[in-house]
């Protein structure tokens, strides 16, 4: 037993010398994919409650990166503003695929505290429950009434979205985008995130 027991030992410290100098090599991380406007909710909400229990989203948007086309209703990045009725503070939260430089980070990333002061405008918050309905069935939606808009003889803007709840409608809604904001859109349509109906569109 003794004799079998060091020679087991002189193999194992053989062996050890061999690889001293055994190079690992790892793969290169790999990107994260596009998300959809939920998904995105659901990553940041966690952080979001950690910050103050009583958070509530008030706008989600979507980013459109250069470096990682929109396709299907997800994108790249996106950007998720919540509000804490009981600490009167705002703070906006990004996730993205890929790091940008100093502007976009990749995964969640928590912006600075602002004041809020309430409801003063006419976005409201709302619950995350509210959103059933995701981007990519609201895409489906907006690309189904918008026949004669897409049927155009030239380049079409990226698709943008943004999610809010304003006192005009019952639910939460999506507005589809052709464009980059509400006011500089070609095109727009209305979806609610409830229960998927369209609302309007121009």
Same mark, same amino acid.
């Given at each position: 037993?003794?004799?079998?027991?060091?020679?087991?030992?002189? &193999?194992? /410290?053989?062996?050890?010398?061999?690889?001293?100098? =055994?190079?690992?090599?790892? $793969?290169? #991380?790999? @990107?994260?994919?596009?998300?959809?406007?939920?998904?995105?909710?659901?990553?940041?909400?966690?952080?979001?409650?950690?910050?103050?229990?009583?958070?509530?989203?008030?706008?989600?948007?979507?980013?459109?990166?250069?470096? &990682?086309? /929109?396709?299907?209703?997800?994108?790249?990045?996106? =950007?998720?503003?919540?509000? $804490?009725? #009981?600490? @009167?503070?705002?703070?906006?939260?990004?996730?993205?695929?890929v790091e940008i430089g100093d502007s976009v980070h990749k995964g969640v990333f928590r912006g600075p505290e602002e004041v809020w002061q309430g409801l003063h405008g006419q976005q409201r918050p709302f619950v995350s429950e509210a959103?059933?309905?995701?981007?990519?069935?609201?895409?489906?939606?907006?690309?189904?009434?918008?026949?004669?808009?897409?049927?155009?003889?030239?380049?079409?803007?990226?698709?943008?979205?943004?999610?809010?709840?304003?006192?005009?409608?019952?639910?939460?809604?999506?507005?589809?985008?052709?464009?980059?904001?509400?006011?500089?859109?070609?095109?727009?349509?209305?979806?609610?995130?409830?229960?998927?109906?369209?609302?309007?569109?121009?």
């Amino acid at each position: 037993m003794k004799s079998w027991l060091a020679t087991a030992v002189s &193999l194992v /410290a053989c062996g050890c010398s061999q690889t001293g100098t =055994e190079t690992i090599t790892t $793969s290169p #991380q790999k @990107a994260l994919e596009p998300i959809t406007g939920r998904q995105a909710l659901q990553y940041t909400h966690g952080s979001a409650r950690f910050w103050a229990q009583d958070a509530q989203p008030i706008t989600v948007r979507s980013i459109n990166l250069d470096q &990682l086309k /929109a396709v299907d209703g997800k994108a790249g990045a996106w =950007e998720i503003d919540y509000v $804490s009725a #009981q600490m @009167a503070r705002a703070r906006t939260y990004t996730w993205s695929a890929v790091e940008i430089g100093d502007s976009v980070h990749k995964g969640v990333f928590r912006g600075p505290e602002e004041v809020w002061q309430g409801l003063h405008g006419q976005q409201r918050p709302f619950v995350s429950e509210a959103l059933t309905i995701d981007t990519p069935q609201a895409l489906q939606t907006a690309v189904a009434n918008s026949t004669n808009y897409l049927k155009k003889p030239y380049s079409k803007p990226q698709v943008t979205f943004l999610l809010e709840s304003t006192p005009r409608f019952p639910n939460p809604v999506w507005r589809v985008l052709w464009g980059t904001s509400v006011g500089s859109a070609e095109y727009a349509v209305i979806v609610d995130s409830v229960t998927g109906a369209l609302l309007g569109k121009n």
